[in-house]
């Protein structure tokens, strides 16, 4: 019999790419997302590459649309799936003055409630059978802070924490917990959140966001995500799986430098690259 696994947010990105990439390895997958009509498009997008991926309307972000989801989810896996990947995620740019208290929650409720909220909807059934999978997409952000991204790295670091403390806590029960932290990869999440950077509220800033609109632009310039959909089919393969999977050159390499680099160093490093600093070097910034 199959395993099943559910990847949420499946319709597009690492998402999509990661239902194919388990589908192709042997899994009953079942992929979610906001509306029909994102689920209908992630069922053809599976079927062009020869996969069966089972397409769920789901909304992670509100409580009641998960609830049915998974409900649903339920009925068709004879009560649960064996693994979940907690994928859905959404990036908000802006520097920390700047974001207004709605979009704070918002990416709060993304990116570390939803993933909270599953987890309480499948355990019941992986501790009743003494086996199952829980794997957190977070980033390399979860890691480390970076400007003009504040809320972002604060609700992957809080992913991170609560990951942490989760894989403990169930751990008695036979299931495993797993962070996968990405670095930048081509995904449709940098072009989404390009369009949404609140109103600057000084020049600093506006020069600032010029730089985050260019590299939003630049995803097709991006490594793929199916390097990180292969870290996932690995940790869900493994019979003893690491706590966390870095994946990506940068991941690695930003990981190395925040934990090695002064941090008056770290902080120049990522003001110069944001454009809120100024080298103390004429004509350049």
């Not at 099943?4 to 239902?19: D, E, Y």
């Not at 994102?38 to 009641?64: I, P, R, T």
Request: with cysteine.
């Amino acid at each position: 019999m199959k395993k099943s696994v559910v990847v949420t947010g499946a319709n597009s990105g690492i998402g999509l790419t990661t239902a194919i990439v388990l589908a192709n390895a042997g899994y009953d997958v079942y992929g979610t997302a906001r509306t029909a009509e994102k689920v209908s498009d992630l069922e053809s997008s599976a079927a062009e590459k020869g996969v069966q991926v089972n397409g769920v309307v789901c909304d992670v972000s509100d409580e009641e649309s998960c609830e049915k989801g998974f409900a649903e989810i339920a009925d068709r896996t004879s009560g649960g799936p064996w693994a979940v990947v907690n994928n859905a995620g959404t990036a908000q740019f802006g520097p920390i003055e700047d974001v207004s208290d709605e979009k704070v929650r918002a990416q709060l409720e993304i990116n570390l409630v939803a993933p909270a909220r599953v987890a309480r909807l499948v355990l019941p059934h992986m501790r009743e059978h003494g086996d199952g999978r829980i794997l957190n997409v977070s980033s390399i952000a979860g890691r480390m802070s970076l400007p003009m991204m504040g809320w972002y790295c604060a609700s992957k670091h809080g992913l991170e924490a609560m990951s942490d403390a989760l894989r403990v806590e169930v751990a008695p029960f036979g299931v495993k917990v797993i962070l996968i932290e990405p670095g930048t990869f081509g995904t449709s999440i940098w072009a989404s959140s390009g369009g949404n950077l609140p109103e600057p509220s000084n020049q600093t800033y506006a020069d600032a966001y010029q730089r985050t609109t260019m590299v939003a632009s630049s995803g097709n310039l991006m490594p793929d995500p199916v390097w990180v959909a292969r870290a996932i089919r690995l940790a869900l393969a493994n019979p003893v799986p690491l706590a966390r999977y870095l994946v990506g050159v940068d991941a690695v390499s930003g990981a190395l430098a925040e934990n090695l680099a002064p941090t008056m160093l770290s902080d120049l490093v990522k003001g110069v690259a944001t454009g809120l600093t100024r080298l103390p070097i004429p004509g350049l910034r």
